[in-house]
Every structure is written in structure tokens, then in C-alpha cells.
């Protein structure tokens, strides 16, 4: 790598399409917010001639921002695409936004791509949620490789930084993380800072100079030789003991000198295979330069080293049936497969899906069968539909630019799918098949909405179903037991998101109410009561009185009526009456207007009338017993326990353990699950943990994540809902 002279740079303006898989490069950019992920992007657009001089596509926006919402909150929210041709490859590069709060996009970024390039600053070093994204690719064993950034930093270190990337990523065999290239700095200037200006080959032994602002070539001096020598003699050993060649080891250490030609080969086969992990250094191009520092050998290592959509393994496949399909991967002739990994809209064109195909082609208006499965707790109801594309097109930025087909391997957009999703599978209708959903992150932060004007809430049910409809990260909720409508976002950057789209897309203005855990009540002691319903002043008269005794029950009874009439004090037909009544109330509530559960409720005795009694009569008097029970003993307010799973790194444990024990949780274990994480298992009250997605975050630097299901009811302590009382009966 480092020894080419390139010729065929994509052209602005002109769409990039691929006619073969082995042609197209699939890398998704990771890592923190600030790391410089889009700024590298459109020094790599730059310097392939994908973009104008200034960097920017033709309307003025940065090549890779898609939304308004971007540029006013100025960080990355979604997805991008950006395609570039080098080499006669097209690279579809995915940026993706590095808060954790759109971490969903990442996971689709990972699943659409092929490779990973990971993007760290010399100035800030490897964060802990960054480490975890790596240990995801290492687990499927996605080819993975470090560019650094921010070198013109005063306190940037390459050299630090490599040591650094080393220890956080390669844990089981350091020798797997080496630098490619050491950075060549020039005269210091005033405050004593030498900028970086170009980059020496470790193999090649050649000077790559970037200060005129393109790259030239030059042979190093003698002087500079002998401090290459420890750092290139390293990264022959690391790429010699992952070459397939067994002798090649015992003839380097023999003395044999191994041929230039032969490490870059066997370089480019480990890194396609994943095992080994070049650290390269990157940065923007100067004003009025045309490269950037490390693009080209960036590109190169893409184009060369990064494998093809040949080498990745095929998802999981099934007919709608679920019987299990052997498909060859990433075959243009074999059968239409592809997933829809990113959904938007488009003022003028409408819902525009990015689709990654796995195998088979596609074309504009062909019919396809759009299959959503698996995501129905989310608000995404399962849909099985055959709908006609309409345009294929390149992304670039806001542009569009149409394309004939895309094969197995490759990125498009398709326009006007009506009803696809994102995460859903596109196949041929009279081959209709489902592809297993990529993993996506559980939404644990609830923001209760309600519209804000009746014009808005005409508008709200569409809005939130396209909303969710792109956004699969995001839960829609109409809570049953406290009416609140209720978005699940991954953290409050999520949500204020998720409230600008429905604003400015959807025109749909909401406010966000206090959110409202669903408390029930029950009887704390046994309890009689008489229910005496009596009107005969002019016309029919109604006339029920019921005698019923209310007893408390396990948690999860639910309500249990029991009839102990004798006698036929209440006529047989007006004890379901009876029953109905206090049914009805009890879904209304006795004390604070929560649902009344966990209750055995005996009929005992009654009276009648045998012109004035009536169905209607007697409902009313079973409801007015059960009041007057409850005003005769203590009324429990039970609220909702769930289950907390929290999996964080062991220098968190002790922190973790201390908040679950504030938030009034119980916990119930730990064990080790390698790797130096603790999985810690606990049952913590819901009122607690309403915003426990964010503290947990803030708590672990990034680092924790952890999951939540409903336990049970159980009694709320007397200080808690006397402080819920005080409030007017509100709920949190």
C-alpha cells in the first residue's frame, strides 16, 4: 500500500455505480461524538474528486448531513451515506453519529457495511463505549482498522496514541494493532508545535508529503532511516505470524529478507480476514489543498485491504414460513434479497428507503414484496405487502442521482416504498422471503406526549406512525391503564429529536406531560360493606341492597367474586349484577382512582323488590358496597417492580450497586461474564427508574448498558404514597 498512482477518481456530480459485487467496498465509520468521523469523510470525498473543491456538494450542505435537525443541535443524528470511487472501486462510506443516543443508527450502519474503520482523536484517546462497539465487530469478526485524528492538536501524540489503540483493542494479541505510517512533522512554529505535513511508510520506506496540498513522493534521507528501523521491523512480525504462509516466520528470523510485495499481500489478507488491525493517521485538507493528510493511503487500504461483500456471511434467511433458505452470498443472479436499513422523507419525493442488497438485483419498478416482522412490541405491526419501487438513486449528501440497477453487494435508495420500514426485507413476490432483524437497542427512557391543539391531534397518529416507522430504536406506547400516549426514546437527545421531526416534518406540535407509572390499589385487612340503592319518588322506582365482605389476596389474584347467598335474598338472576358492579368498580379505583386488584369480594346477603329491582339497580349497589368497605380499613397503593438487568464494567460495580440501593432496589446478584463485566441482576421500584437510562449513563461514562421487565405489584411504603397524595393523587 502506498506504491500506486491513481487515475480514476469518481467524478462530482456523476452517480457511482457498481455492475459486480467484487467492485464495491462497505465501511462504516466509527466512533465518540467530536472524533472527526464526517470531517474524515469529506476529506476522503475530497480527495477522490467525489466533491468540489471547497469540500461541499453543489447546495451548499456538508456531503454528509441529511437533516436540518444536524445543523441546529450540531451533531450527527443518523445515518449518512456517502459514495466515492477510487480505483475503479465504489466505497459506499456510512457515517454514523457517535452520541449514544443514536446508537440504533450505528447498529444499522454495522449491519449495511462490510468493514469498520474506527475513528479516534489523538486529543481525546479510546472511550469506553468506542471499546465496546469493537468488541461487537471482534465477536462476528468484521475486519476492523483505526484512523487517528486531530494531529494538529498541540498535545496530539501518534506514537500515544498507537500504544493506546493497542491496549484497548487488542487485549489478546497487541501486535495486531501497528501503525502502517509514522507522521512526518515540519519546523515548529512560534508556540513550539511542529505540524504534521506528511507520513513514511513503514513497508515501503517512502515519504509521503502533503504540505505542498497534494501528495508527493520522495525517498527519506539516512538521517531518518534508523528511526523507522524499530517500528518497521515490529510490523513485519505482526503481519508475518498472521501470513498463511507457516515457513515465512522461521526465514525472516533467519535472516531472509522478505519481499515488500509479499508483506503488503499478506497484510491485505489478514486485514480482509479480520485479524489484523492497521492504525493509520488522517487529517483535513488545508485551504486550497486538494488532499488530505492520509486520505490516499486511506483509500488505498480500503480498496485493497477491506474485503469485498463476497466475504460476508449471508443473514440469517427464512420463507415467511420460517423454514430456513441456504441462499449463495451475494449473488447478483441469485434471489432478490435486501433490508431496508435506513428510512426518510423527502418533501417532494416522500419516503425515500436506503436498501443494502445481499443478493439478487434491482431495478426502478420492479414489484417487491416488503416483509416487517418481529418488531410489533415497538408500534411496528408485522406487514407482509407488494409494492412497485419507484427511483433508484445514489445518495450525496441532499442530492439524489438516479441509477439504472444495484446489485447484490451494493447501497441504493429506493423511492416510494409506501409501506416499507426500517429493518424490513425486500424479495421477489413470487419469492418472498424474511431476513433475521439486526440487533437494536431496547428504548428505556418513556416521554409521555399529548397534542397540543385539536388540530394537532388529528395530525399525531399519522406522525407518530411515520415517526417509529423510521426510527426503529423508538417505542410507541398508548398505555391502557393511564391513557398517556408514550414515546421510548434511548436518552433525552433522542427524544428532543424525535419531538423537532414531529414538529417540522410532521407539522404536528405535541407537549411533554410528567409521565405516569400505572399504581394499583388493594385492601390491607378484611372489610364488610352494605350497598343500599333506594329511589321509588315518582315513576319506576329502584330498589338493590347488597351485603358483601372484601378480603385481600395474594399479589396477581386479580379480583375474585364469590357468591354466599341463601335463601334467595338476591334473586339469581341480579347476582352477576351484582358482580358487574363491583367489577366496574374496581377498574375505577376506591381510594386515589387506581385500578382495585388482589381481592376476594363475597356477596353475602341482600334484598329485593319484585316490581323495582333491576339489573341497573342492583350494579349500583354492588359498587356502592365496595366503597363503603374501603372506607372501612387501610387501602395498600401497590406499585410496579421490575426486574433490572445492568451489565458494567467491574470499576463500576461498587457505584452501580450504591444507586440501585438509593432508588429503594433489592439486589439479587452479580456474576462475571468475562471480559472484566459484572452482570448485576436487581428488583427496582419503576417510580425509581424513569430516567435511569440517562443516570446510568452519566454513572458509567458510557459504558453500562441494561434492561428492564415487569416483576409484580407490591405495596408502595407509606412515606411514598403519602408523598403521591399530597400531589393530588399525580403520578410520576
Not at 385539536?454 to 415517526?467: A, N, T
Not at 419503576?686 to 458510557?702: K, T
Not at 453500562?704 to 393530588?728: G, I, K, N
Request: aromatic share 4%.
Amino acid at each position: 500500500m502506498g506504491d500506486k498512482t491513481h487515475t480514476h477518481p469518481g467524478a462530482a456530480g456523476r452517480a457511482m455505480t457498481a455492475d459486480h459485487p467484487a467492485s464495491v467496498r462497505n465501511v462504516v465509520l466509527v466512533g465518540p461524538s467530536g472524533s472527526g468521523k464526517t470531517t474524515l469523510v469529506e476529506a476522503l470525498a475530497l480527495t477522490a474528486g467525489a466533491v468540489n473543491r471547497a469540500g461541499r456538494v453543489e447546495d451548499g450542505g456538508t456531503v454528509s448531513d441529511h437533516d436540518d435537525i444536524e445543523h441546529r443541535q450540531h451533531r450527527s443524528v443518523q445515518l449518512s451515506l456517502v459514495p466515492v470511487e477510487w480505483d475503479g472501486i465504489k466505497i459506499n462510506l456510512l457515517d454514523t453519529p457517535g452520541y449514544a443516543d443514536f446508537v440504533g443508527e450505528l447498529r444499522a450502519g454495522l449491519r449495511a457495511a462490510d468493514a469498520a474503520l474506527f475513528v479516534v482523536s489523538a486529543s481525546d484517546g479510546v472511550d469506553g463505549a468506542t471499546r465496546m462497539v469493537w468488541e461487537e465487530c471482534q465477536a462476528v469478526g468484521m475486519p476492523r482498522a483505526l484512523v487517528v485524528t486531530h494531529l494538529e492538536s498541540a498535545r496530539a501524540d501518534f506514537e500515544e496514541m498507537t500504544r493506546a489503540c493497542a491496549e484497548a483493542f487488542g487485549a489478546d494479541d497487541p501486535d495486531a494493532v501497528l501503525p502502517l505510517y509514522l507522521p512526518l512533522r515540519g519546523p515548529a512554529g512560534p508556540d513550539g508545535h511542529a505540524p504534521v505535513t506528511g507520513l513514511v511508510g513503514l513497508l515501503s520506506q517512502k515519504l509521503f508529503d502533503y504540505s505542498p496540498g497534494e501528495r508527493k513522493e520522495s525517498e527519506p534521507g539516512e538521517d531518518q532511516l534508523p528511526g523507522l528501523e524499530e517500528a518497521r521491523d515490529r510490523l513485519i512480525e505482526g503481519i508475518i505470524a498472521e501470513s498463511e504462509d507457516e515457513t515465512l516466520m522461521d526465514r525472516y528470523l533467519g535472516g531472509e529478507q522478505v519481499d515488500v510485495k509479499t508483506l503488503i499481500e499478506d497484510l491485505e489478507r489478514a486485514v480482509a480476514r479480520g485479524t489484523f488491525h492497521p492504525v493509520l493517521a488522517a487529517a483535513p485538507a488545508a485551504e486550497g489543498a486538494h488532499q488530505g493528510l492520509g486520505t490516499v493511503e486511506l483509500l488505498e487500504l480500503i480498496t485493497r485491504g477491506f474485503p469485498t461483500p463476497f466475504e460476508h456471511p449471508m443473514p440469517d434467511v427464512t420463507d415467511l414460513d420460517g423454514t430456513p433458505r441456504e441462499l449463495t452470498p451475494c449473488d447478483p443472479e441469485g434471489p432478490l434479497v435486501a433490508e431496508v436499513v435506513k428510512t426518510s422523507s423527502d418533501p417532494y419525493v416522500g419516503r425515500i428507503s436506503l436498501v443494502r442488497l445481499f443478493s439478487g438485483t434491482l431495478r426502478p419498478d420492479d414489484t417487491v414484496h416488503v416483509s416487517g416482522h418481529g418488531l410489533a412490541d415497538r408500534g411496528h405491526e408485522d406487514h407482509d405487502v407488494d409494492e412497485k419501487t419507484g427511483a433508484l438513486s445514489m445518495a450525496f449528501g441532499k442530492q439524489q442521482h438516479p441509477v439504472e440497477q444495484a446489485v447484490a453487494g451494493d447501497l441504493v435508495c429506493v423511492a416510494k416504498l409506501g409501506r416499507a420500514e426500517t429493518g424490513d426485507t425486500l424479495s421477489a413476490k413470487d419469492d418472498p422471503l424474511l431476513m433475521a432483524p439486526w440487533q437494536m437497542p431496547d428504548p428505556l427512557l418513556p416521554l409521555a406526549i399529548q397534542a397540543h391543539s385539536k388540530p394537532d391531534e388529528d395530525k399525531l397518529s399519522l406522525g407518530l406512525s411515520r415517526l417509529v416507522a423510521e426510527d426503529p430504536t423508538m417505542r410507541l406506547e398508548q398505555n391502557q391503564d393511564t391513557h398517556q400516549v408514550v414515546l421510548w426514546c434511548l436518552g433525552e437527545a433522542h427524544a428532543d429529536v424525535a419531538l423537532e421531526r414531529l414538529r417540522s416534518r410532521y407539522g404536528v406540535q405535541v407537549d411533554v406531560v410528567p409521565h405516569k407509572v400505572p399504581l394499583r390499589e388493594t385492601f390491607a385487612g378484611k372489610a364488610a360493606g352494605r350497598g343500599r340503592h333506594v329511589k321509588q319518588s315518582g315513576g319506576h322506582g329502584q330498589y338493590a341492597i347488597c351485603e358483601i365482605e372484601v378480603e385481600p389476596l395474594p399479589g396477581g389474584s386479580g379480583i375474585e367474586f364469590v357468591d354466599k347467598v341463601v335463601g334467595g335474598a338476591v334473586p339469581r338472576q341480579f347476582i352477576p349484577s351484582v358482580e358487574k358492579g363491583v367489577r366496574a368498580q374496581a377498574a375505577k379505583g376506591i381510594a386515589a382512582g387506581h385500578p382495585l386488584v388482589d381481592v376476594r369480594v363475597t356477596l353475602l346477603d341482600g334484598k329485593s323488590h319484585s316490581v323495582d329491582s333491576s339489573d341497573a339497580a342492583f350494579q349500583t349497589a354492588g359498587a356502592l358496597a365496595l366503597r363503603e368497605a374501603a372506607a372501612e380499613t387501610r387501602i395498600h397503593l401497590l406499585e410496579p417492580v421490575a426486574e433490572v438487568s445492568v451489565l458494567i464494567p467491574d470499576d463500576y460495580v461498587g457505584a452501580v450497586m450504591s444507586d440501585l440501593s438509593s432508588r429503594r432496589g433489592r439486589v439479587l446478584g452479580t456474576e462475571q461474564t468475562g471480559a472484566g463485566r459484572t452482570l448485576i441482576r436487581a428488583e427496582v421500584p419503576e417510580f425509581e427508574i424513569g430516567r435511569y437510562a440517562i443516570d446510568l449513563r452519566s454513572l458509567s461514562h458510557g459504558t453500562a448498558t441494561f434492561s428492564r421487565a415487569y416483576a409484580r405489584h407490591e405495596p408502595m411504603p407509606p412515606q411514598v404514597a403519602e408523598r403521591l397524595r399530597e400531589q393530588d393523587g399525580d403520578t410520576p
